[in-house]
């Protein structure tokens, strides 16, 4: 086994890759729990986050919560499919990161909608934190940050992308035509 994956045509190793040794195994190992952890938290975050809106109604947080925030410059022809999407959307991508799945457009697309939370807070003059125990900053920035992170970085080997990367055809690199 090799730290990287890159090798010559005569599969002789890159001057860049070393035979793996037990600390290149471990680095790998700690990269996709870090992965894993990443999606974990973001993921469950954005489930919970999702289904809290479903449970309460998806008419009772357009109309209490996302109406209150909604720019004046946004057209309510978008608004209104937007608003209602938005809890089942949180549900959908907070699954796809927990089972590693699609992985990398749900990071992107997670950084997209949440940017579009933290553009209405700042729009509304709400992103500031406020209370005692608020913290020095919103956290929209720490969860923009994770998902675009994880868009860059993929799954890692802890999840479905890797599975299916491996068995389904439609998901194989292809081989040059010779």
């Not at 190992?29 to 469950?44: K, N």
């Amino acid at each position: 086994m090799w730290c990287c994956s890159k090798k010559t045509s005569d599969s002789t190793a890159n001057a860049s890759c070393a035979p793996a040794t037990s600390s290149c195994t471990c680095r790998a190992l700690l990269l996709d729990l870090a992965a894993l952890c990443s999606r974990l938290s973001l993921g469950l975050l954005l489930c919970i986050v999702g289904w809290h809106k479903i449970q309460g109604g998806i008419d009772n947080f357009y109309e209490k919560n996302f109406l209150s925030l909604k720019p004046t410059w946004l057209p309510d022809f978008f608004a209104w499919p937007y608003g209602h999407a938005v809890p089942f959307l949180e549900v959908g991508l907070g699954t796809l990161l927990i089972l590693g799945l699609l992985t990398r457009f749900a990071g992107l697309a997670s950084a997209l909608i949440i940017g579009s939370f933290t553009l209405a807070l700042w729009n509304a003059d709400k992103l500031a934190p406020q209370g005692p125990q608020a913290p020095p900053f919103n956290l929209n920035f720490i969860y923009i940050s994770l998902a675009l992170l994880i868009a860059a970085t993929g799954s890692g080997r802890l999840g479905l992308d890797t599975f299916c990367r491996s068995c389904c055809c439609c998901c194989k690199p292809k081989s040059p035509a010779a």
